[in-house]
């Protein structure tokens, strides 16, 4: 059964920084690509970013570049979002995400709670 578990989420002050990780199980994590995705309240889900397989390739949405980053280890296989100087609109639901294919993502996680104040 495969299984990602987002944890590292919480309250954070505008500019600051959490670090966000996503634990798997259940599958061969080193041949998959993974990725962020956040969801507002009243609004749809957003692709936050991604890394391939090899951790050779990133990918951001415009309104994170240079603020966030993603990495994992696939020894662990686990994957990371760092992110830094923090907004109130990054106050979201953020999920990772694993697929074969770098645009197709076929496993989900919970999901864990990022509120930015002002």
């Known amino acids: 059964q495969v299984q990602l578990v987002e944890s590292g989420g919480g309250l954070a002050q505008a500019g600051g920084s959490l670090r966000l990780s996503c634990a798997t199980s259940?599958?061969?994590?080193?041949?998959?690509?993974m990725a962020w995705f956040r969801q507002a309240p009243g609004k749809e889900r957003e692709f936050v970013g991604n890394i391939n397989w090899s951790a050779g390739l990133t990918s951001y949405a415009e309104f994170v570049k240079g603020r966030f980053t993603i990495s994992r280890d696939n020894a662990e296989k686990t994957v990371y979002l760092q992110m830094n100087s923090l907004k109130p609109e990054d106050t979201a639901v953020y999920y990772c995400a694993a697929g074969l294919d770098i645009y197709k993502y076929y496993y989900w996680g919970q999901g864990t709670q990022v509120t930015v104040s002002s």
């Open positions: 259940g599958l061969t994590f080193s041949r998959y690509h």
